[in-house]
């Protein structure tokens, strides 16, 4: 499948005028790293699914989905990537769109757009395989893109034809998506709300967006676990400290640089050892395990930027393991993606945490190690001081102004930054060491 959609890439390319096609660049614009099958996973403030879907097994019956994305970046082409990777038989996807979100389900006038794979309006993804659209273009973004589009959101429409089976999902979006009844058939083309009566805070099936830029980007990877994908920040408030970077690299550069997000709730560096649709965790596939779909498969990558290992030890897992695991992934990513940048970013405080396996004093010690070894190791090509940013010295904890939760509300867990917190991480990344430019 991953052939075929490069070749139809090729053949779109090879159409366009040669200026045009020589000044293009395919860029990862927005991604979400797959787990599942639904409902396994972490989500945030999930609204009550079993009206949407009465039964897991089944997954998704000849119903329609719109997923609402933040593009990173703008162009005046797109292309998504529907996954089927934890599924365990094939999907049938039709009536594909995209267009520019209005508000809540809705579709702004004349935005919508039809998606096709390989020319057709209906693709059939195989269990473990992926399929990536033909370019679609978007008349409503010009070049350069209107600066009133930033932080504006795409809505992603697709409907599943039959029962698609265990669904692939990413669990913690913390963005409100929408669903609507099983059985009622295709919606995608419908611009109005009527249609999606279901909201959910997970994404379903589509783990990538791409768009076509006229000037060349450089793609940088948050990769990681929760406080990458952002656990405790606000519901559709796009505050993780990846987005805070983002805003960051576009007030200083405008879009030569895109960030986007692999994060998974509960991810670990090494563990588990074994992940498959009969037996998933909660945390996803290994981090080693998905290096391939989730960094080296995006289009324009330059950068990683990686956070994890509390996970590791909450689970027991030897600072040594983690270590060597990092080691291992940082091998293979120059191996597979000769001249990429990777940086490493201190873990977090996790002591005292209400998670009771991952506030042990054993595990801080651990987590000390583990970032002596970021700080002094050689293979890496900068190191990102999270730790600093969020320790209170005097209590070896996360900062108790970091503490209070932001999206579910209470008093926090002493383990995942609130808002102020993830503010926090992403102002203290020196932008001139990750973009080895000045502003």
Do not use: C
Not at 229 to 257: C, E, K, M, Q
Not at 383 to 394: E, N, R, S, Y
């Amino acid at each position: 499948m991953k052939r075929l959609a490069l070749l139809v890439t090729m053949l779109f390319v090879s159409l366009l005028p040669t200026s045009q096609a020589g000044a293009q660049q395919w860029v990862a614009s927005w991604t979400a790293s797959v787990h599942g099958p639904y409902p396994v996973g972490n989500p945030t403030a999930q609204p009550e699914l079993k009206y949407a879907f009465p039964s897991a097994q089944q997954g998704a019956r000849n119903q329609s989905f719109r997923m609402i994305v933040r593009p990173d970046v703008w162009g005046p082409q797109t292309r998504i990537r529907l996954s089927n990777a934890f599924g365990t038989q094939p999907v049938t996807f039709n009536d594909a769109y995209v267009g520019l979100q209005e508000s809540g389900s809705a579709v702004l006038k004349a935005t919508n757009q039809r998606v096709l794979f390989g020319g057709q309006k209906s693709v059939t993804v195989q269990p473990g395989q992926s399929v990536v659209s033909d370019a679609v273009a978007l008349p409503f973004v010009k070049t350069p893109p209107d600066p009133l589009l930033k932080g504006r959101k795409l809505a992603v429409s697709f409907h599943v034809v039959g029962e698609s089976g265990p669904m692939t999902w990413h669990a913690k979006a913390l963005q409100t998506s929408y669903l609507s009844a099983p059985g009622s058939g295709p919606h995608s083309q419908d611009e109005g709300e009527s249609p999606f009566p279901f909201s959910t805070t997970s994404w379903y099936f589509l783990d990538e967006v791409d768009m076509n830029l006229p000037a060349k980007a450089d793609v940088i990877v948050a990769f990681g676990d929760s406080i990458t994908d952002g656990t405790a920040s606000t519901i559709n408030g796009d505050d993780r400290w990846p987005d805070v970077l983002s805003r960051r690299l576009h007030a200083a550069y405008g879009d030569d640089f895109v960030v986007v997000n692999e994060g998974i709730g509960g991810n670990q560096v090494v563990g588990p050892a074994e992940y498959t649709p009969a037996k998933p965790m909660a945390g996803g596939p290994s981090a080693l395990s998905r290096l391939d779909r989730d960094i080296v498969s995006l289009p324009g990558v330059s950068a990683v930027i990686w956070l994890e290992g509390i996970n590791d030890f909450g689970a027991d897992a030897s600072a040594n393991a983690v270590m060597a695991g990092y080691t291992k992934g940082v091998d293979y990513l120059r191996q597979k993606m000769p001249g990429v940048r990777i940086y490493v970013a201190t873990l977090t405080p996790a002591l005292n945490s209400a998670i009771a396996t991952h506030g042990r004093p054993e595990v801080d010690a651990k987590r000390k190690a583990l970032n002596e070894f970021f700080r002094t190791s050689k293979i890496f090509d900068g190191v990102i001081d999270f730790d600093k940013a969020t320790l209170d010295p005097a209590t070896g904890e996360v900062k108790v102004e970091f503490q209070p939760n932001s999206s579910t509300g209470g008093p926090g867990d002493k383990l995942h930054p609130n808002r102020a917190g993830y503010a926090a991480m992403g102002n203290t990344i020196d932008l001139a060491v990750i973009t080895g430019r000045q502003k």
